[in-house]
C-alpha cells in the first residue's frame, strides 16, 4: 500500500470531529481509566468482606481465569473493531481442542497436534466469512448457526466423553509456572502485545479500523475489503482455537462440556466492557484485558465472599448495558458535526 493510500484510509477512520479532538478529549471517551476505577472499588469491598481476596496465591488465580477470556477477546476484538460479529466463539472454543487431543491421545505429536487444532480453528473462521460474504446470511446469524452445529458435533467427536488422559508435554504448557506466574499468564501477555501492535502499529491495524469506520469508504478507497473480512474472521476463530487449547492443557483434558452459549457472552461481554464500539471502528487491545480482568474479578469476588453465584450475572448484565450505553455517547460526541 502507497503513502497516499494510509493516509486516505487512516482519514476514513477518523471521526468527523477531525485532528482538532484534543488528546485529553480523546482520553476521556475512553473506557480503560472507568474500568480500573471500577475494579478497584471491587477489589477494596472484597477486601474489607474478606482478607483472603488480596492473597498473592488469589490475585495470581484472578489473572490466571481472565486469560482465556482475553485470548479469545482478542481476535473477537479486532473482528468488532472491522465492523464484524462473531457468536461461535464457544463451540469453536470447543471445537479445534477436542480434535486437537483426541489426535494426541492417539500418539501424534503434540506440536503437529496443535497446529492442526489451530489450523482447523482458521478453517471454521473462513467457513463463517463464505456464509456471510458469499450467502449474504447477516454475521449474528451465520455464527448463531455455526454455533449450533458444532454444539452438536463436538460431542460426537469423543462420543460424548471427555479426551483424557492428555500427555505430560502437553500439560506442562497450561499447568507450568515462570517467576511466580503462571506461564498461562505470560501466554497472554505476548499475545497481548502482539495484537495491541498489530491493531496500532501496523498498516493492517489501520486498515481493519477503516473497515470497521466506514465500509463504503473503505471500499471507495480502494482496500480489499473481502481480504480484510475474510483475515479477521479466521484471526477471531485461531485466537478462539488456541485459547481452547491452552484450556485444556490447563485443566489436563478436553471438556465436551467446555465452552458454549456462557462462555460466548462473557468474551462478548468482556469485549464490549473494554470499549470495543459494537458498531465498529473503535476500540483497544488494552481495553479488551481490563475487561477480561473486571469479568474475573467479579466472579472471584463473589466466590471468596461467599455470596450467591446469581449476582455475578446481575452484575454483568448491569455493566454490559452500561458499557453499550456509553459507547452509544460515545460515538455521538466522536461523530457529531462541528
Known amino acids: 500500500m502507497t503513502h497516499v493510500d494510509l493516509a486516505a484510509t487512516t482519514l476514513a477512520a477518523e471521526p468527523a470531529s477531525g485532528p482538532t479532538t484534543s488528546i485529553v478529549h480523546r482520553a476521556l471517551l475512553r473506557q480503560e481509566l472507568t474500568l480500573v476505577l471500577v475494579i478497584v472499588a471491587i477489589a477494596a469491598a472484597a477486601t474489607i468482606r474478606s482478607s483472603l481476596f488480596l492473597t498473592s496465591d488469589n490475585v495470581i488465580e484472578i489473572f490466571r481465569a481472565s486469560v482465556i477470556y482475553f485470548i479469545m477477546g482478542a481476535g473477537t476484538a479486532m ?161 478462539t482455537s488456541l485459547a481452547g487449547i491452552l484450556f485444556a492443557a490447563r485443566v489436563g483434558a478436553g471438556q465436551v462440556s467446555a465452552g458454549g452459549s456462557g462462555t460466548t457472552l462473557n468474551v462478548i461481554t468482556a469485549v464490549l466492557i473494554g470499549g470495543v464500539s459494537l458498531y465498529g471502528g473503535l476500540g483497544s487491545i488494552t481495553g479488551v ?32 448495558i452500561a458499557a453499550v450505553a456509553v459507547d452509544h455517547l460515545r460515538r455521538q460526541r466522536l461523530y457529531r458535526k462541528r
Open 289 to 320: 484485558a481490563i475487561g477480561a480482568v473486571l469479568l474475573s474479578v467479579i466472579d472471584n469476588a463473589l466466590i471468596v465472599c461467599s455470596i450467591p453465584p446469581q449476582y455475578n450475572t446481575i452484575i454483568v448484565g448491569s455493566i454490559l
Open 79 to 239: 473482528l468488532v473493531i472491522g465492523g464484524g460479529l462473531d457468536f461461535s466463539l464457544g463451540a469453536v472454543f470447543a471445537f479445534p481442542t477436542l480434535i486437537a487431543t483426541e489426535l494426541m491421545v492417539h500418539g501424534l505429536n503434540v506440536g503437529v497436534a496443535i497446529v492442526a487444532g489451530l489450523a482447523i480453528g482458521a478453517l471454521v473462521g473462513a467457513v463463517n466469512f463464505l456464509i456471510i460474504s458469499y450467502l449474504h446470511v447477516p454475521p449474528i446469524i451465520a455464527t448463531l448457526g455455526t454455533f449450533f452445529i458444532l454444539s452438536g458435533v463436538n460431542p460426537l467427536i469423543t462420543d460424548g466423553n471427555d479426551v483424557l488422559p492428555l500427555p505430560d508435554s502437553f500439560q506442562k504448557l497450561g499447568q507450568g509456572d515462570l517467576l511466580g506466574l503462571p506461564l498461562i499468564v505470560w501466554y497472554a501477555v505476548v499475545i497481548g502485545i502482539m495484537f495491541w501492535f498489530a491493531l496500532e502499529h501496523t498498516p493492517f491495524g489501520v486498515n481493519v479500523r477503516a473497515l470497521g469506520g466506514n465500509r463504503g469508504a473503505a471500499q471507495a478507497i480502494g482496500l480489499n475489503v473481502p481480504r480484510l473480512d475474510l483475515s479477521l474472521y479466521v484471526i477471531s476463530a485461531v485466537a
